[in-house]
């Protein structure tokens, strides 16, 4: 069984600092494409940042100089650490799974970011 669990959301001040953590199970984690997405409320869910199995990077404009997306393929885990929040950030984080091979991909349950003073 497949599992995204996503851990280290809540309130946050401007300018402060999360981690956000997504242990996976139940598939091949090293040779998969991970991703963290976002959705803040009336708007559409957007890609923050995606990491493949070559540890290459993307990030979105909105947040590139600001976040940090890696993974450790021993702990299957992908992480994402925030840096100089904004109230922009505001948002539920979804991590997302495309296994190498498979046209099946996998979300998780998400975790609620706030940045608020």
């Known amino acids: 069984q497949v599992q995204l669990v996503e851990s280290g959301g809540g309130l946050v001040q401007p300018g402060g600092s999360l981690r956000l953590s997504c242990a996976a199970s139940?598939?091949?984690?090293?040779?998969?494409?991970m991703c963290w997405y976002r959705q803040a409320p009336g708007k559409e869910r957007e890609l923050v940042a995606h990491i493949t199995s070559a540890r290459t990077t993307i990030y979105a404009d909105s947040v590139k100089g600001r976040f940090t997306i890696s993974r450790d393929n021993a702990m299957s885990t992908v992480y994402l650490q925030m840096n100089s929040l904004k109230p922009e950030d505001t948002a539920v984080y979804y991590c997302?799974?495309?296994?190498?091979?498979?046209?099946?991909?996998?979300w998780g349950q998400g975790t609620q970011v706030t940045v608020s003073s």
């Open positions: 139940g598939f091949t984690f090293r040779t998969s494409l």
């Open positions: 997302y799974a495309q296994p190498r091979w498979t046209t099946i991909d996998y």
